[in-house]
């Protein structure tokens, strides 16, 4: 059983940066795909950025392009996402996810199999 862990949530102003971790306890993290999305109150999922662990390809949500990175470190096990000039509507609870034997990089939460239990990010303005 993969289990994730999330870590690095806090309280942060507009502007500020913030780097939220996800501590994967997969055997081999080469093997998974790791996402990160968000939940707000009253709204679904959202996708955030994807990383496949083999070779570093990413993807990210068209709101976060130029201000989020994200990235892996395969032998900590770690999936980091930076965010940077972060803005109230990037407040939300930060799920991280792991996909397991990924083909392409995908957007949907039922792709994924494995996840943590979030991180809480508020941004005041």
């Known amino acids: 059983q993969v289990q994730l862990v999330e870590s690095g949530g806090g309280l942060v102003q507009a502007g500020d940066s913030l780097r939220l971790a996800c501590a994967v306890s997969?055997?081999?993290?080469?093997?998974?795909?790791v996402a990160w999305f968000r939940r707000t109150p009253g709204k679904e999922r959202e996708f955030v950025a994807a990383i496949k662990c083999s070779d570093g390809s990413t993807l990210y949500a068209d709101s976060v392009k130029g201000r989020f990175t994200i990235s892996r470190d395969n032998a900590k096990k770690l999936v980091d996402l930076q965010m940077n000039s972060l803005k109230p509507e990037d407040a939300g609870l930060y799920y991280c996810a792991a996909d397991y034997m990924p083909t392409v990089l995908r957007t949907f939460p039922s792709i994924y199999d494995y996840w943590g239990r979030g991180t809480q990010v508020t941004v005041s303005s």
């Open positions: 997969a055997r081999t993290l080469t093997d998974y795909a």
